[in-house]
């Protein structure tokens, strides 16, 4: 949706008054407007007009289709398939959902993390042992564990089955903010506010080597097998017999100093290093040659690991924060802070 038309309020609250709209056409004025819900047919499907300059060209029980024929752009709103309001108190920082799909994990700002049923929301286990936030988790392959890094430094993993910490991980000097889990699980990766990126060997709870040292938080990584074409360096070390998955593995670093830094897993070796327009917050592969990276002014930028001299294009929505990216189908998701 070129222009950046979105609605500013839950869908819930359409069913009892006014929501409003905002319209960013790229380099001129935010356009403002509202929709209005007048009743509700036989069939149970909103009667909603739309204010001068925006029309309401479909509805139905699940989604409302609204356009501004001025700068000829459209956005179709979808209704949550389901919610579960009763997991967390108050903003969710991090969420992932198992393998099969048969279960959650969340953090938030309540500063609990919790796992739960993705079929109902029902909570199934506590996972305590963090001190301060907890800001990032993931299920490993299996879906049995989970791995959580925080705000004490500490990369933690946890048994789904009964809320055992079974490992922790020391030696960052700044809280985690994200983490990688390379092939089965048996190394995993995190990145610190302290400006490292660490390979850890989960069964003997050590720390493997520093991938990278930035000078700079490092806010996001992804990690992936690279495309045969591309040179991964050849590492200074043999690497350790306790490094399993890391060949022919490239690691991107969402730095905060404006960087996106991709660096061979296995040997260390800095292979590009792209300068955006802001802070990078998150990083990830549509494939093994194209990437996704979102920064905190806004931007999108897809890049070709092959040649990062120039953007394959910046996607611009608003100036909102990009916080996350996930690959979907043939695309992507992105959440803003908006």
């Not at 060997?201 to 991938?211: E, H, Q, R, T």
Request: charged share 20%.
């Amino acid at each position: 949706w070129e222009g950046g038309l979105r609605v500013s309020v839950q869908w819930g609250s359409l069913c009892c008054g006014v929501s409003g709209l905002l319209l960013f056409p790229p380099g001129k004025p935010t356009l403002y407007g509202s929709v209005t819900r007048r009743g509700l047919s036989s069939e149970g499907i909103p009667d909603i007009a739309a204010s001068e300059g925006f029309l309401v060209q479909e509805v139905t029980k699940k989604s409302i289709l609204i356009s501004c024929p001025h700068e000829n752009v459209s956005t179709k709103f979808l209704a949550p398939y389901t919610t579960f309001s009763r997991i967390h108190q108050k903003s969710i920082t991090c969420l992932d959902i198992s393998t099969g799909g048969g279960l959650g994990v969340s953090t938030s700002t309540d500063g609990t993390m919790k796992i739960w049923q993705a079929a109902n929301g029902e909570i199934r286990r506590l996972l305590e042992g963090h001190v301060y936030d907890v800001n990032c988790c993931r299920f490993f392959p299996s879906g049995l564990v989970v791995l959580s890094g925080g705000m004490d430094a500490q990369l933690k993993i946890w048994s789904a089955e009964d809320a055992s910490c079974v490992v922790t991980f020391k030696g960052h000097k700044g809280g985690i903010l994200d983490t990688a889990i390379v092939d089965r699980g048996r190394n995993v990766l995190s990145c610190s506010r302290d400006g490292t990126a660490r390979l850890w060997d989960c069964g003997k709870s050590a720390c493997l080597g520093v991938i990278a040292d930035c000078g700079s938080p490092v806010n996001g990584i992804a990690v992936a097998t690279a495309d045969d074409s591309l040179n991964l360096g050849t590492p200074e070390n043999p690497p350790s017999e306790r490094e399993i998955g890391t060949e022919g593995k490239i690691l991107l670093l969402a730095r905060e100093d404006k960087k996106l830094q991709g660096v061979g897993l296995q040997s260390r070796q800095p292979m590009f290093l792209f300068v955006g327009s802001d802070a990078f917050n998150c990083c990830t592969f549509l494939s093994s040659t194209y990437i996704l990276a979102g920064t905190q002014d806004g931007n999108i930028y897809q890049l070709d690991v092959r040649n990062t001299s120039a953007p394959i294009q910046v996607i611009h929505r608003s100036g909102a924060p990009v916080l996350s990216l996930l690959p979907f189908r043939d695309g992507f998701i992105a959440s803003q802070g908006n």
